[in-house]
């Protein structure tokens, strides 16, 4: 059943008039033009598909539109503030942490999370906290070693 739903979507209200189950996902795509969260599986196993919501790192295939009402969204496509990339995607692009880019979206949201929530992770925490979000091309080593140093300038020291 349509429904209005009213969120904040990359810091802009949004307000959307469409099922409430359908997924946040195919909302994002192909309502509102959105194409950083991608469909790896469809099934949450491997993160191609997340975004930030609350602050919380969620798979956008995997929630329905209804769970976002009046709550905050952000995407890849939001994350920059004042045309200044964010601190994590600047180190990916310094440790060359992406080959195709299809996971990279979600890489850098899923470390955006886990970074707010514990600036200063071991690199034990990094890899289970990245453990379920999947790339194909191998980059993980060079990923690992971005959030490292991103987390490394948070703290003034090393993650290890």
């Given amino acids: 059943?349509?429904?209005?739903?009213?969120?904040?979507?990359?810091n802009k209200?949004?307000?959307?008039?469409?099922d409430g189950e359908r997924k946040l996902l195919w909302v994002l795509r192909y309502d509102l033009g959105l194409t950083g969260p991608k469909c790896g599986c469809g099934q949450g196993y491997c993160g191609a598909?997340?975004?930030?919501?609350?602050?919380?790192?969620?798979?956008?295939?995997?929630?329905?539109?209804?769970?976002?009402?009046?709550?905050?969204?952000v995407t890849i496509e939001g994350l920059a503030r004042n045309g200044r990339l964010h601190p994590v995607?600047?180190?990916?692009?310094e440790h060359d942490a992406m080959q195709c880019g299809y996971c990279?979206?979600?890489?850098?949201?899923?470390?955006?999370?886990?970074?707010?929530?514990?600036?200063k992770p071991s690199r034990e925490e990094?890899?289970?906290?990245?453990?379920?979000?999947?790339c194909r091309c191998g980059a993980h080593t060079r990923i690992v070693a971005a959030i490292e140093s991103?987390?490394?300038?948070?703290?003034?020291g090393p993650t290890r």
């Fill in 126 to 134: 990094i890899l289970k906290s990245m453990d379920d979000n999947l």
């Fill in 89 to 93: 995607q600047e180190a990916f692009m």
């Fill in 1 to 10: 059943m349509e429904q209005a739903i009213q969120f904040t979507l990359n």
């Fill in 49 to 73: 598909c997340t975004v930030l919501v609350a602050g919380e790192a969620v798979r956008s295939c995997l929630m329905s539109l209804k769970d976002v009402a009046g709550r905050e969204v």
């Fill in 104 to 119: 990279t979206p979600g890489m850098i949201l899923e470390a955006v999370a886990l970074l707010r929530k514990n600036p």
């Fill in 13 to 18: 209200p949004v307000r959307i008039a469409a």
């Fill in 150 to 156: 991103v987390a490394r300038s948070l703290s003034g």
